[in-house]
């Protein structure tokens, strides 16, 4: 019986259509995927290059003040990209994965980002998580609103419930065929992305296929529960599409909506503006002013004196740059909570919407999710910082240029070290399934096939 299932269903040149078509978008994916994870590895290679011609040059230029040496130089940070990223790319089209820092005010630096076309960041990529979350219901709604329906309105129904011992479980066979063909087609695409994009088989990977597959069964779960209604064909196909249409755009957006407005952030623009309006107010204020409230900041370079013969020092104007970042750090710390508050409110939410939460998961499964920009956000913060107690001493000890070996200062990565749990990723999705599953057995007992 399953094998007679299986050949009616495959022989239908709708089914060999449709997964034709989802194999050829989802390789499409990955090849964008491919681009992507190409790009990323190219920036950061340009990135250690650079950084090492740059030093070089401006330290061969600049070799006799090593605090003008320093106005120039930048040192980079690299956010790690993950190989598994190139499959959910989330936000990392739209932030930077490098941060290239100088030791002058950070918060005008931190949020500076690639100039990329704004309608392409419209768009979005095409990656497998959209191909994941928005196309395979599709193909499963096209595979399963007519199950029962059809040979009901057809008339051949009778044939198959006589024929039959068990039309329930003649149903679920239905299913079965329908759910292994789609799972299949997954595990295809997502072998060929271990192989084509040098996917590592760990927790990560195999977290990320969990999820992909309880996706699955959560909109033929949907589909189940449509269908053990026993309406008609055209009743079930619009109820499913409106579903669709309901999980995957409306629903998003409104809680977008919701966030954005509950937790409003102030602009980066603002923020950088307010550190570069503090320091240029420094040049008309008293000198002795602005080293006291340095002095208070790092209490250790207080035996750094400015020269009185000196009109100008970097010690006062690294102290005016300081303050800038200082006088402005109330509005960044503001800045970050609301982004984070966003954050904790979108994952709290998404628990009760399982197309958000899927989305959520594989974005933070890539570590390519909000929380993750802002740790990386506050690494770039230590990262400044370490550079800059470091150099601090050399400056205002008026070191010599030469006496520094430059070619010691690679690239740095960060690496974010956050686990994924099996738990926050599978259970609200294991809960939606069951969910449908009990709902749409109890209409078929309700009422008989």
């Known amino acids: 019986m399953l094998s007679l299932i299986f050949k ?8 060999k259509i449709g997964l034709l078509f989802l194999l050829c978008i989802g390789f499409i994916s990955l090849l964008i995927g491919k681009q992507f994870q190409s790009k990323q590895q190219n920036n950061i290679q340009e990135a250690s290059v650079y950084q090492k011609e740059h030093i070089a040059r401006n330290a061969a230029f600049h070799k006799d003040e090593i605090g003008l040496l320093l106005y120039y130089i930048k040192f980079s940070l690299v956010n790690e990209t993950l190989p598994i990223n190139s499959l959910a790319i989330g936000q990392r089209d739209v932030n930077p994965s490098i941060q290239s820092v100088n030791i002058r005010g950070l918060e005008g630096q931190k949020y500076d980002a690639e100039l990329t076309n704004a309608n392409n960041l419209l768009a979005g990529n095409i990656d497998f998580s959209f191909v994941l979350i928005y196309l ?9 609103y007519n199950i029962i329906s059809e040979e009901k309105e057809s008339g051949t129904w009778k044939i198959v419930a006589t024929q039959s011992q068990n039309t329930f479980l003649y149903i679920l066979k239905l299913f079965y065929i329908r759910i292994l063909s789609l799972i299949a087609l997954l595990s295809i695409l997502l072998f060929i992305a271990v192989l084509f994009l040098n996917i590592p088989l760990n927790q990560s990977f195999f977290i990320f296929y969990g999820i992909a597959i309880l996706y699955i069964l959560f909109w033929f779960a949907v589909c189940f529960f449509i269908v053990s209604l026993q309406k008609h064909s055209n009743f079930n196909a619009v109820i499913l599409l409106t579903i669709w249409l309901f999980l995957i755009i409306i629903v998003p957006a409104g809680i977008n ?5 509950q937790y409003k952030v102030p602009e980066a623009l603002e923020l950088t503006l307010k550190q570069r309006n503090a320091y240029h107010e420094k040049w008309d204020t008293d000198k002795n002013e602005t080293m006291e409230k340095f002095y208070k900041h790092y209490p250790q370079f207080r035996s750094y004196k400015i020269p009185e013969d000196k009109e100008f020092s970097w010690l006062w104007y690294y102290a005016m740059q300081q303050m800038g970042d200082d006088e402005s750090a109330v509005l960044s710390s503001e800045l970050e909570a609301k982004l984070q508050q966003r954050n904790l409110a979108s994952q709290r939410i998404a ?3 399982p197309t958000l939460h899927t989305q959520l998961q594989l974005n933070e499964i890539a570590h390519s999710d909000l929380g993750n920009q802002l740790l990386f956000l506050k690494e770039t913060s230590r990262f400044h910082e370490k550079m800059r107690l470091y150099f601090y001493p050399k400056i205002f000890s008026e070191a010599a240029v030469n006496k520094e070996k430059w070619d010691k200062f690679k690239v740095e990565t960060f690496k974010d070290a956050s686990k ?3 738990t926050k990723a599978f259970l609200p999705l294991l809960l939606f399934i069951l969910f449908l599953i009990g709902f749409g057995w109890r209409n ?3 009422k008989i096939v």
């Open 257 to 261: 909506a919701y966030i954005v407005n």
């Open 136 to 144: 395979f219901p599709l193909l499963i709604i096209s595979f399963s």
């Open 444 to 446: 078929f007992n309700r």
């Open 8 to 15: 009616n269903f495959i022989r239908s040149k709708g089914t």
């Open 351 to 353: 628990q009760f919407i």
């Open 420 to 422: 994924n749990s099996f």
